[in-house]
C-alpha cells in the first residue's frame, strides 16, 4: 500500500493557499492595527481574535455541510471555490482602507476597514473545513499520516512563497525611511496565488470519482474502522475513544495557545525587543517555516515507525524547548542574533512533529461520513485556543511588557505534553516494511 504523492500534492493547493493567506494576515494585521489606526495590544489582539471567533462556528458548521453535500464536482470543491472567490475580493480593500486612513484620518474608514476584515474572516471561514477534508477523503487511514506531511508541506510553502515575497518587497532598506508602508502589491501577489493554486486542484482533481476510489478500498479492507459507517454522518464513538479525543483536542488547544501566540506578536516583539524590520522578522519566520518543510516528509515515516503520539509528545518537548531559549536570548541581547535563525529552524521541526499527526489522531476516530465533522472539531479547538491567546498574551505583554511572551508558550507547550499521555486512540500501527522497500515513494 503506496501513497499516491503526486495527487496529494495537488490536493494540498488548497491548503498552500489558505497558508500563504494567514502568514500574510498573522504578520500584516497587527502591524496595521497598531502603526496605522494607532490601537493598543489588548484593542489588537481582540481584532485579531476576531477570525477564530468565527472559525469556533463556521469551520464545523461548513465542515458538517459539506458532508452532506453532493454535486457534480464533489462535496468539498464547491466550497473551496466560492470561498477563495470571496476571500480575494474583500482582502484587496483592506490595504486601500489602510493607505487612506493613514493620507486622511477618519473614524469611518476604521470601521470599513473591520467590516470587511469580518466579511473576509467568513469567507475563508466557510471553505477551510472542507478544503483540509479533502485529503482524508480520499486517502485510506494508515496513509493519513504521510499525506497529512505532504499536505503541510504544501502549506508550509504558501506560507514561505509570502515570507519571500515580504522579505524582499519590505525589507528594512526599503521601509526604514517611509512615514508609511502600503501593502498593496502585497496584498494582490497572496490573492493571485490564492487564485492559481485553486484553479489548478479544480481542474486537475476528479474528487468524486476519488472517493470512490477510497470507498471501494475500505470495503475491501473493513479492519481499518473502529465500527460499520451507515453513512448517516452520526456515528457514535465508544466510550474510551471519546475519552481519548477529549484529551487529544484540549492537547491542540493548549500547543496552539503556545505557539499562536509566537506568530501573531512577533513581528511587533522583534521590532521592540530587537529593533528588526517587517522584511527581518519575516526572514526568522522563513527560516522557521523552511526547518518545518524539510522535516514534513521524513517526520511522517518516523511517525509510521514510532506511531503519531511519540512523535508528537518529541515535538512538544522540543517546541517548549525552543520557546525558552527565545526568552533566553531575549534576556542575553536587545538586538539581533543569529541564534534566532537555529531557534526557529528547530520551532519548524518541532511543528512539523505536532501538527503532522494531529488532525490523522482526530480523523481516524471517526467514520468516513463523518470526516469534515470531525476536522470541524480539530479546528475549534485550535481556533478556540487561537480566540484565547492573544487576547490573554496582548494582556501580559501591556501590563508585564514583552518578555512574558515567550514564557507563556512555553509553559502551554508543556501542558500539551502532559495532556497527550492521556490519548490512547487515533495512532497509527507502525510499518513492518523493512529494506529498501522502506524508502518506496513511488506516486504512481
Given amino acids: 500500500m503506496k501513497l499516491n504523492y503526486k495527487r496529494t500534492f495537488v490536493i494540498g493547493l488548497a491548503f498552500l493557499s489558505i497558508c500563504a493567506f494567514w502568514q500574510m494576515y498573522d504578520n ?70 489602510d493607505n487612506s486612513y493613514f493620507t486622511k484620518p477618519a473614524q469611518y474608514k476604521i470601521t470599513l476597514f473591520i467590516i470587511c476584515l469580518g466579511c473576509l474572516l467568513i469567507s475563508m471561514g466557510t471553505y477551510r473545513s472542507p478544503a483540509v477534508a479533502l485529503m482524508p477523503d480520499v486517502t485510506p487511514k494508515p496513509l493519513r499520516s ?139 519566520l522563513t527560516i522557521g517555516t523552511a526547518g518545518a518543510i524539510v522535516s514534513y516528509i521524513p517526520i511522517g515515516f518516523l511517525a509510521s515507525r514510532i506511531g503519531r503520539k511519540k512523535t508528537i509528545m518529541a515535538g512538544c518537548i522540543l517546541l517548549s524547548a525552543c520557546f525558552a531559549s527565545g526568552y533566553i536570548v531575549t534576556k542575553i541581547t536587545s538586538e539581533f542574533t543569529p541564534l534566532l535563525y537555529i531557534m526557529f529552524a528547530l520551532v519548524g521541526l518541532a511543528w512539523a512533529a505536532i501538527n503532522v499527526n494531529s488532525l490523522p489522531m482526530v480523523v ?46 512555553a509553559l502551554f507547550v508543556l501542558a500539551a505534553l502532559c495532556t497527550m499521555t492521556r490519548v490512547m486512540h487515533g495512532d497509527s500501527r507502525p510499518d513492518a516494511v523493512k529494506g529498501i522497500e522502506a524508502l518506496d515513494v513511488d506516486a504512481d
Avoid at 490601537?39 to 489582539?45: A, F, H, P, T, Y
Avoid at 519571500?164 to 526604514?176: E, H, P, Q, W
Fill in 28 to 97: 500584516v494585521i497587527p502591524l496595521i492595527l497598531k502603526k496605522t489606526f494607532g490601537l493598543d495590544s489588548v484593542v489588537s489582539g481582540v481584532i485579531m481574535a476576531a477570525d477564530n471567533v468565527c472559525a469556533l462556528f463556521l469551520l464545523p458548521l461548513f465542515g458538517s455541510i459539506s458532508d452532506k453535500t453532493s454535486t457534480r464536482f464533489g462535496r468539498r470543491m464547491p466550497f473551496v471555490l466560492i470561498g477563495t472567490a470571496l476571500a480575494v475580493v474583500f482582502m484587496e480593500f483592506l490595504p486601500m482602507l
Fill in 364 to 409: 481516524e476516530m471517526c467514520k468516513g461520513s463523518d470526516i469534515g465533522k470531525f476536522t470541524g472539531y480539530y479546528y475549534t479547538f485550535s481556533m478556540a485556543a487561537q480566540v484565547f491567546t492573544p487576547i490573554a498574551s496582548g494582556w501580559l505583554i501591556d501590563h508585564i511588557g514583552y518578555e512574558s511572551l515567550f514564557p507563556y508558550a
Fill in 146 to 284: 504521510k499525506a497529512n506531511a505532504v499536505i503541510n508541506l504544501m502549506g508550509a510553502v504558501g506560507g514561505a512563497i509570502y515570507l519571500v515575497i515580504a522579505g524582499l518587497l519590505y525589507s528594512k532598506s526599503r521601509t526604514a525611511s517611509l512615514p508609511h508602508v502600503d501593502y498593496t502589491n502585497l496584498f494582490l501577489i497572496v490573492a493571485a496565488l490564492m487564485v492559481i493554486a485553486v484553479l489548478i486542484l479544480f481542474f486537475t482533481t476528479d474528487e468524486n470519482k476519488l472517493h470512490e476510489e477510497l470507498l471501494a478500498y475500505e470495503k475491501e479492507h473493513p479492519e481499518e474502522n473502529l465500527e460499520e459507517d451507515d453513512g448517516s454522518g452520526d456515528a457514535v464513538l465508544p466510550p474510551d475513544v471519546k475519552k481519548s479525543l477529549a484529551f487529544i483536542l484540549v492537547s491542540i488547544s493548549l500547543w496552539f495557545i503556545g505557539y499562536n501566540a509566537i506568530t501573531t506578536w512577533f513581528t511587533t516583539y522583534a521590532a521592540e525587543m530587537w529593533d528588526m524590520a517587517l522584511g527581518q522578522s519575516s526572514t526568522c
